[in-house]
């Protein structure tokens, strides 16, 4: 997958953890964009690691992107347990 490819998952990968996850979170666009592509990173780990379903490198397989929004959920639930859920 091209460099375009990933920024294209992670940006919709990131908001849609953020969708599923409101709440207060920095970073605006370009932090989405980042949570969404090291999400992708993150989830493809743990589907290779604890599913043993090693995820495609395609742009358009449904297991990419399952596991980018998984991982991107879990990076903002471990943000959230460490820095608490809301800017002060």
Do not use: C, N, Q
């Not at 998952?9 to 970073?27: M, N, S």
């Amino acid at each position: 997958m091209s460099i375009v490819g990933w920024i294209v998952l992670g940006l919709v990968a990131g908001i849609v953890a953020k969708v599923l996850l409101p709440g207060k979170d920095p970073g605006g666009l370009v932090g989405t964009t980042l949570t969404g592509v090291v999400g992708a990173f993150v989830g493809g780990w743990m589907s290779d690691r604890f599913l043993d379903r090693p995820v495609e490198a395609g742009f358009f397989d449904p297991a990419t992107w399952v596991a980018a929004v998984a991982g991107s959920l879990a990076l903002l639930i471990a943000y959230r347990l460490l820095f608490g859920h809301s800017r002060r």
